[in-house]
T-cell receptor
Framework: EAGVAQSPRYKIIEKRQSVAFWCNPI?????LYWYQQILGQGPKLLIQ????????DSQLPKDRFSAERLKGVDSTLKIQPAKLEDSAVYLC????????????????FGSGTRLTVV | AQSVTQPDIHITVSEGASLELRCNYS??????LFWYVQSPGQGLQLLLK??????LVQGIKGFEAEFKRSQSSFNLRKPSVHWSDAAEYFC????????????FGTGTRLKVLA
């Protein structure tokens, strides 16, 4: 099966510019996640979608970050305006659904988008 | 809310030597536990997971991990390390209710000496 697709792989922008990242999860995966991974740190969850609804966006800086998953399939994460501290790898992941033992699934991650804000 | 600690930021081992990477978690019940590996410029690859049952879990690439409830630990082990194992390793703890979200540790970077 195809994996989680993300684009672009790399992006360099100036501070105060806007940027958007795209993610296409594995077909049939209801749950989609966006993580931010700053250099030297573990991934931090930004937002979690179940189909086209948001189930957790408690760590999303909503003054500058937004995300949508309008049709419950692919998703877009936007930053506007970008700050220097937004430089990170943005990882998208998907899972079949609720990760109960009966499903036995963990997340599948995409390769990420490396953002550099200068 | 759950949390996870990986006490070792960097570990260096010789090729062929054994490896143990430490992971400690905090959660109000038995959580879901995971180990992921990340090579430079790559995404996260699942090595193994613990949901319930046997506390010794086998994963891919010859890795295993043992869940120890009394120590709140889920350490990753490999009996003989290969140069290709050099990467960053992340432990994650997953909630067993609600949104089932994962919290990741800060990672351990493994260097393998030839």
């Amino acid at each position: 099966e195809a994996g989680v697709a993300q684009s672009p792989r790399y992006k360099i922008i100036e501070k105060r510019q806007s940027v958007a990242f795209w993610c296409n999860p594995i077909s049939g995966h209801a749950t989609l996640y966006w993580y931010q991974q700053i250099l030297g740190q573990g991934p931090k969850l930004l937002i979690q979608f179940q189909n086209n609804g948001v189930v957790d966006d408690s760590q999303l800086p909503k003054d500058r970050f937004s995300a949508e998953r309008l049709k419950g399939v692919d998703s877009t994460l936007k930053i506007q305006p970008a700050k220097l501290e937004d430089s990170a790898v943005y990882l998208c992941a998907s899972s079949l659904g609720v990760n109960s033992p009966s499903t036995g699934h963990g997340y599948t991650f995409g390769s990420g988008t490396r953002l550099t804000v200068v | 809310a759950q949390s996870v600690t990986q006490p070792d930021i960097h570990i260096t081992v010789s090729e062929g030597a054994s490896l143990e990477l430490r992971c400690n978690y905090s959660y109000g019940a038995t959580p879901y536990l995971f180990w992921y590996v990340q090579s430079p410029g790559q995404g996260l690859q699942l090595l193994l997971k613990y949901f319930s049952g046997d506390t010794l879990v086998q994963g891919i690439k010859g890795f295993e991990a043992e869940f120890k409830r009394s120590q709140s630990s889920f350490n990753l082990r490999k009996p003989s390390v290969h140069w290709s194992d050099a990467a960053e390793y992340f432990c994650a703890v997953g909630a067993t209710s609600g949104t089932y979200k994962y919290i990741f540790g800060t990672g351990t970077r493994l260097k393998v000496l030839a």
